[in-house]
């Protein structure tokens, strides 16, 4: 059972508009929530949280936003870049039992910037 | 700026051989995890040590896999025999918060078992 969920494996979006990617999860439980990016044979690398006691994120050309009711989160970028092409994990993490923390990933989606 | 550090970058075997990946956190990070990312899927978790203890290990395949972390600082993840279905790119990351999900993660191994 999949507990984060992409459910768009990619994604294209012209220079200077707006990037748009989803992530819904399954488990209440979840206390932070987490993108990473990844670029090919690197591994992933931390872009932005939320914790679940906010519903808006921002950094820079990047907005995190959350709605726990709909048990739903979305990666704002503002405007892409072409260097913004890569895939985006979305992640959550939450207590898995005596104080361990653990990512649960989604399958990721492939973000192109066409310039 | 400090990284995680894993070899090899790229391995190729045979299967039923015995492979070995190495990986050594960020100074101080406490936490250590092993991911592993098959193509076109996100990481799964393998192992979580916390220090030299491990934390969890529910995912791993333990009549194949082993991980250890002797001294609380680098690490290394087993696969003996390996199977075809093992190949894939084996991820190492280290925190010093886990609570706030914020991993830092190396570059990666890439297995391929022929």
């Known amino acids: 059972d999949q507990q984060v969920k992409q459910n768009s494996p990619s994604l294209s979006v012209q220079e200077g508009r707006i990037s748009i990617l989803n992530c819904d999860y399954t488990n209440s439980m979840f206390d932070y929530f987490l993108w990473y990016k990844k670029y090919p044979a690197e591994g992933p690398t931390f872009l932005i949280s939320?914790?679940?006691?906010?519903d808006k994120n921002e950094d820079g050309r990047f907005t995190v936003f959350l709605n726990k009711s709909a048990k739903h989160l979305s990666l704002h970028i503002v405007p892409s870049q072409p260097g913004d092409s890569a895939v985006y994990f979305c992640?959550?993490?939450?207590?898995?039992?005596?104080?361990?923390?653990?990512?649960?990933f989604g399958k990721g989606t492939k973000l192109s910037v066409i310039p | 700026e400090a990284e995680v550090a894993q070899s090899p970058r790229y391995k190729i075997t045979e299967k039923s051989q015995a492979v070995a990946f190495w990986c050594d956190p960020i100074s101080g990070h406490a936490t250590l995890y092993w991911y592993r990312q098959i193509l076109g899927q996100g990481p799964e978790l393998l192992v979580q040590?916390?220090?030299?203890?491990?934390?969890?290990d529910s995912q791993l395949p333990k009549d194949r896999f082993s991980a250890e972390r002797l001294k609380g600082v680098d690490s290394t993840l087993k696969i003996q025999p390996a199977e075809l279905g093992d190949s894939a790119m084996y991820l190492c990351a280290s925190s010093n918060n886990p609570g706030d999900g914020e991993l830092f993660f190396g570059e990666g191994s890439r297995l391929t078992v022929l």
């Open positions: 040590f916390q220090d030299e203890s491990v934390v969890d």
């Open positions: 992640a959550a993490s939450g207590d898995s039992g005596a104080g361990s923390y653990q990512l649960t």
């Open positions: 939320i914790s679940s006691i906010k």
